[in-house]
């Protein structure tokens, strides 16, 4: 019978099971939904006046760049950036000068330093630490076409992966994954999978819970009911 303790198990576990897909969904509707602050317009205009960039920095107290590519820059061309800060936390937006080059990620803060005296940046702007502030940022691409990085030079950011690439004349696509971010993926996705098991197995037990209440007595399946003995009295002394 569908209303018996087996229909209400299969009802609790697909309960269960569409709550595990709505936890595993959340985040994703959160990140695409239209009421993000970037969410509800474009992030990158090209246009014959040249290229217009909605940016933002520190978004959930990290240090990353969103966007962090930019694509098809005319060579030549106007380029503008319009940076919001999210967080507390001054950044910098650098911006390479050698093409088709990496700045490979290290543990030394100074190592962009270096290189910059080596290879002075086609512009750098600091971002100041006031959130919700914007940096406007204004430059003219490269003439040769190819990949540019930018980065932020505040010691310690780069080295946790705030970064980017410029594409001019070509597309590009994300920088790799900066050192140590396999643990917080780990952590989070075995929260995940916590969740999902927590919610199937409260599935069961309130179905059982839930099943009891609908199993037919012994009487109404046929079986009589079984009384309690009778003990006899003692006799009298």
């Not at 080059?101 to 702007?125: E, G, I």
């Not at 930018?150 to 410029?166: K, R, S, Y």
């Not at 140590?180 to 952590?187: D, E, R």
């Amino acid at each position: 019978m569908s209303g018996g303790p087996r229909g209400w198990r299969r009802r609790s576990l697909a309960g269960a099971i569409g709550v595990s897909v709505l936890f595993l969904l959340l985040p994703a509707a959160v990140a695409t939904g239209g009421t993000g602050l970037l969410s509800s317009r474009p992030l990158v205009v090209h246009t014959a006046a040249g290229t217009t960039v909605q940016m933002t920095v520190g978004a959930g107290g990290g240090f990353v760049f969103t966007p962090d590519t930019i694509s098809n820059v005319a060579p030549g061309s106007t380029v503008t950036i319009q940076i919001r800060n999210l967080g507390t936390v001054p950044h910098t937006f650098t911006l390479s000068s050698l093409v088709n080059y990496t700045l490979p990620y290290a543990s030394n803060t100074n190592l962009t330093s270096v290189f910059l005296v080596q290879h002075p940046a086609l512009v750098s702007v600091n971002i100041p630490d006031v959130q919700g502030g914007v940096t406007p940022v204004t430059f003219t691409a490269p003439t040769t076409i190819g990949s540019y990085q930018f980065f932020c030079q505040v010691p310690g950011h780069f080295a946790t992966g705030m970064e980017g690439l410029l594409g001019v004349g070509i597309s590009v696509s994300g920088p790799g994954a900066p050192p140590g971010i396999g643990p917080p993926v780990f952590i989070i996705s075995g929260t995940i999978v916590g969740l999902v098991i927590a919610a199937i197995v409260l599935g069961f037990v309130v179905g059982q819970r839930e099943g009891t209440k609908h199993e037919m007595p012994p009487e109404r399946l046929g079986y009589s009911e079984i009384s309690s003995p009778t003990v006899p009295a003692k006799p009298p002394y």
